[in-house]
């Protein structure tokens, strides 16, 4: 990131602190997690911060994203609600879904935060299927959706593309490729890497990222955003990213054999969270680090002090009304 | 509640088919709502989904009448999304056992997204889809997969049998803020009933009563409503008389209706036009058994679809699927268990011969 | 047949868990026969699908030992064409859900297969599934679908609740030329029992008596086995003497061994691992209804999931389940329906609550 | 077809022997469909026959098909029985599946003909499946799979790619595009035209045909077969063709307004059968038409006088032994 910053300081300063009140908040889930209080399994973005971030930076407000059981990132980067995400995960009934959902299924419509689902792949057409009624609603309003690599080989995938082409959904599609599904090398999966190659035969822009340099993908997101909204119909990134962390819950695995810490290491080098503060000025990114401090010790509380919901919340919303 | 197919209580004159009356449906319900939209495979053309989407395409433009791709699972996940942002999208399947491509959407998501997400997302959904039989139909264009839907919580699965109810129920699928499995049955497509001009809604969870009895009460499903009617008809003949029920919504279920029928016939069999092993059958023998807690002796039985794939050739195919003569023999053995067993004749023409001829 | 958990009865000494029973037998059956091979997602890594493929990829390699990518309708059908060549596929799902992704292939190709083309090939096929529970699974990673396998005619379900019949019916499972869905539960993976290290098999079809009693016969399916023998200890406290049946096999079912006992005690109360509705249950309850005939007045329920989607807090959690007090109240009920409401303490610990903790 | 004959005497009456077999084997079910006594929706092959016959002819009797319920070219071109296939769409006890398929789900395990699937997609991992075993048995052995330009949409169609390339299966992929599913053009359904480019994306080699010449596609599916039997794993090759009867039934339906007569003339002026039919001199074809309707006239006899299946037969084949 070599020290001459990329955007203006505004941008700056809004980047890192999404980035920094994912980490620091996922850090401090993870440290709560051994007292039990968090009885959901947790897959944490540690590491993959920059992709929601990126790409989240360059939508308005009224957009919409989607994503998945990997979702704390995504969620929080669109503006999803702490508070709630954090009662959310206490299963208690001030979460965002009154303590159906989990850390798995996270939502926050207020924010237009699409909900999460822990079916790899599942949200992709959903998400698509969203686009397709803001197409219809005509306010230029577009949709992203975040999925890992392994989503890519569910035949929903293609199957998504393909329609929405065809129709020229607003959508960005946007792939967190860690490498792995669950402990899966894609080269246990993948029959190439020509994926975005794959994805332009369907008529897709497609982009792909060596890394997960935030300004890079805040670029690539932003010009795709544009064209999506100037009518060009869907459109793709694909991110090189990894996940510093277990597949699912606090620790670290690089005992596991699967995988090495030198791979986590030279991720780490490149820290987007430390990069990103290194280009603020030391008072700012200070006051930033308090606020974000604040606001998790505020969740935290919240959901420690909520109260649960009440047994007879089991029979609510099995149907609308 | 009156049948409606007996056109003198409804006092309504005008008669129109089955098919008819969903083309109606839809058609009426996308001039009221904008966001009404019908997706899927060849809904657009001119055989127009045997006849149901005819002239919707004409009428409301490929902006709402969308041909798609085989591509079932995407399509459902993308309706489903539709639905979540307000829309009300028609998923048409021209065979239920396409729903098995879906089951993902369908189920992991679409049944558990509103309460999954706590309540923050609707999901107006309609999936139709149609029954097949005959004429070599076989293994994989002819279940009838409504349990499987029945089973899962957040889903309403509906079977209307008659013209009336098709209509009624499909604007009330529509309007309905669930996702709807709506169960059709080719063979009925050509059935026709007084039906109202004016759009109405039939209420899910409310069974017909539509023929009184004392002897025994038989239920029958989709179209194996029509066949226990025809029973009905031979049973008379034997003197026995029996209650005949259409469940018409199948979840919501009203127990309540046929409760009270069996409570006065004190025998209840099941004809559904499905597989039996974990059925709507079991379903309602369980929950009236269930209900009544052995107060006094209860005859039970249940018929379906033999426990078989479904053969091709017609010389098999007639053993698979319960018919009026199978059924009345099967009744009149509750109702007089002691006496030899009563085969009345198989009617020359199966109901469904007389008006279904291939190729489909 | 004698309770395989109760060991003075086996007379067998070798305590293992139910992972480990799994683990054996499909080393066991890799090792007899060339053909059988083990396929699915992180069959091949550390976890070893918890525990259950340990170590196979060091014996059998990645050529039988294979790792895939998340395609589970592909999948399936992959494995039901290496059957239709004469292999024997075990598919791993690590979530009973995810069944819903190859519903296609695995009903309307695997269960048909046979029949369809008249016999010319068979589909000897293992799917392995893993129902979840507790520690925030929800509403995607709960999920016990056999009723849905139970439907569909040319496929087998068996779940075994002991490691002993874990090992027996997998082996079994794998022998079989036909599909069978293999139902694990998550949180009797720790359990132990007598398991004899040679090979065997448990037959489908017939169901264990592992309680006797007079009063009430429970039905356990999967791990509600295990809430039914805690629920037999509180309903003896109260004086009531409960028989519990383990069906181990869904399909075929035994009807005759749970009819024999509901025949003593007139009372019958099926508690199921999964919904109610259209679920093993009803069948259950139907078969046995439709045997007796009304002979005798008898008491039927059932239990099982609330009728809701599974919220993960554990505030609400716990009332989506049926357990040991609440299964006990229930069958009070219906031995003493005069008497007031028996509410016997819940156990300080859930049994699963004792043996599992996050994450999973 | 120019003319001057691309093959050997022997290859060329053998491609137009099995050529006619199919054309007039379903002219002949198309004649007496009117008469009830097929109880079996037919989807007929007439001017698609030529994709079957071309690559069935490149393949060995110990080599497998897979194919979909418009499966009579394919079934007949790999030497399936034709009395079997003609009892079967009667419904007679001695059809290929004992009256329990119909026309689709036609199968003869004995020439190496896999079941049929009337859901569109299914055999397709099927094909892969037998594949993989084959793979294994390490007999050179191969599978090829059939479908339409419809199943490519299908989720379960790019997943089969995927596993089938990396793990290098032994399976040849024939797309026979037609342009339509039931009626509904490729344009209503595809994003893009650039199947080929996106199977290759796969790693798979992949030949776009752009006409129905059957020598032509005899020879990219003798390539594609010697390749995969080198080792290559899959190949795939794309067939255009045009279905001239209507999607079920034995009619047409130029009158429909979906198509034009024009474009059938088109296809119809370069009839494969026709064509090869007038390389060969007359008395040869004569000889090789004579066999043709005599085992036709055979088969419909057999399917005629074969009895119906026993009642008692419905509860066979449930469960195998
Ligand atoms: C359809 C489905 N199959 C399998 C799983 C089990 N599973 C949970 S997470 C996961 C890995 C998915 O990998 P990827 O899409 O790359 O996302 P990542 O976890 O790397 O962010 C798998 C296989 C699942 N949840 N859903
Ligand atoms: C999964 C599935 N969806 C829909 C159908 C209905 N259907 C039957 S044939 C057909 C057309 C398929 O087109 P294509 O694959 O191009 O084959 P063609 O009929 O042109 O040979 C469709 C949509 C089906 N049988 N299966
Ligand atoms: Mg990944
Ligand atoms: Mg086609």
């Known amino acids: 990131m070599s020290g001459n910053v990329p955007v203006d300081p505004e941008t700056l300063a809004r980047v890192y602190r999404s980035l920094r009140l994912i980490r620091r908040t996922e850090e401090e889930i993870a440290r709560i997690y051994p007292s039990d209080k968090i009885k959901s399994p947790v897959h944490l973005s540690i590491g993959q911060e920059s992709v929601s971030v990126g790409v989240c930076d360059v939508l308005d407000a009224d957009d919409v994203i989607s994503a998945t059981y990997r979702g704390h990132a995504a969620y929080l980067a669109k503006g999803g609600d702490l508070n709630r995400m954090m009662a959310e995960l206490y299963g208690k009934g001030t979460g965002c879904a009154a303590g159906k959902a989990g850390s798995m299924h996270l939502i926050d419509m207020g924010a237009n935060v699409l909900g999460m689902s822990a079916v790899v792949g599942t949200t992709i057409p959903v998400a698509a299927g969203y686009a397709f009624a803001l197409g219809r609603e005509g306010k230029g309003r577009i949709a992203a959706s975040f999925f890992g690599d392994g989503a890519t080989e569910e035949g929903v995938f293609s199957e998504t593309l393909n329609f929405a082409s065809l129709h020229k959904l607003p959508i960005l599609f946007v792939c967190e490729n860690n490498g792995f599904a669950i402990h899966s090398p894609t080269s246990n999966r993948w029959a190439t890497e020509r994926l975005c190659e794959r994805v332009r035969t369907y008529g897709i822009e497609a982009k792909e990222l060596p890394d997960d340099d935030v300004f890079a993908i805040r670029e690539a997101a932003g010009h795709a955003a544009q064209a999506i909204r100037g009518g060009s119909g869907p459109q793709f990134i694909e991110c090189k990213t990894y996940r510093w962390r277990e597949h699912v819950g606090p620790g670290e695995d690089y005992d596991d054999g699967y995988r090495t810490r030198d791979e986590l290491e030279a991720w780490q080098a490149r820290d987007q969270v430390a990069a990103t503060g290194a280009m603020l000025d030391l008072a700012e990114r200070q006051a930033i680090d308090d606020e974000v401090e604040g606001l998790i010790a505020e969740a935290v509380d919240f959901a420690e002090q909520s109260p649960w919901p009440e047994p007879e919340e089991l029979y609510s919303h099995v149907f609308a009304d | ?360």
Not at chain 2, 136 to 160: D, I, R, T
Not at chain 2, 324 to 329: D, E, L, M, Q, R
Request: aromatic fraction near 6%; glycine fraction near 10%.
């Open chain 2, 1 to 360: 509640m009156s049948s409606p197919t007996d056109s003198s209580k409804t006092g309504k004159g005008r008669v129109i088919s089955y098919v008819e009356a969903l083309q109606e449906a839809v058609s009426q319900e996308m001039d009221r709502d904008q966001g009404v939209f019908v997706i899927g495979l060849n809904v657009d053309d001119h055989k127009a989904i045997q006849g149901t989407t005819h002239g919707l395409i004409d009428k409301f433009g490929p902006g709402r009448v969308i041909d798609t791709p085989l591509s079932e699972d995407a399509i459902t996940g993308i309706a489903i999304g539709a639905a979540m942002a307000g829309m009300r999208p028609i998923h048409v399947h021209i065979r239920m056992d396409f729903l098995l491509l879906c089951m993902n959407q369908l189920i992991n998501m679409g049944a558990k997204a509103h309460y999954m997400y706590g309540g923050q997302v609707k999901v107006p959904l309609v999936m139709r889809s149609i029954i097949g039989k005959s004429w070599g139909q076989g293994a994989q264009h002819s279940q009838g997969l409504h349990a499987m839907f029945m089973h899962v919580p957040g889903l309403k699965v509906v079977a209307p049998t008659n013209a009336h109810d098709a209509k009624g129920c499909l604007i009330a699928a529509i309007r309905d803020n669930n996702p709807v499995v709506f169960v059709e049955h080719r063979i009925l497509y050509s059935t026709d009933a007084p039906v109202p001009e004016d759009p109405y809604t039939v209420d899910f969870g409310k069974a017909r009563v539509v023929g009184d009895g004392d002897d025994i009460t038989l239920v029958g499903i989709s179209y194996m409503l029509v066949e226990c009617l025809r029973a009905r008809k031979l049973l008379a003949e034997a003197g026995i008389s029996a209650a005949v029920i259409d469940p018409v919504s199948l979840l919501p279920l009203d127990v309540d209706t046929i409760a009270r029928s069996v409570e006065q016939t004190e025998r209840l069999l099941v004809v559904d036009n499905a597989w039996v092993t974990c059925g709507a059958g079991a379903e309602i023998v369980a929950a009236v058994c269930e209900r009544r807690q052995g107060a006094s002796p209860l005859a039970v039985g249940r018929m379906g679809y033999a426990p078989t794939t479904c053969p091709t050739t017609p010389a098999l195919e007639k053993g698979f699927y319960p018919n009026a003569a199978t059924i009345a023999s099967k009744a009149h053995s509750m109702v007089r268990p002691g006496e030899p067993e009563w085969a009345p004749a198989a009617e020359p023409t199966l109901a469904h011969e007389a008006v279904f001829r291939g190729p489909f």
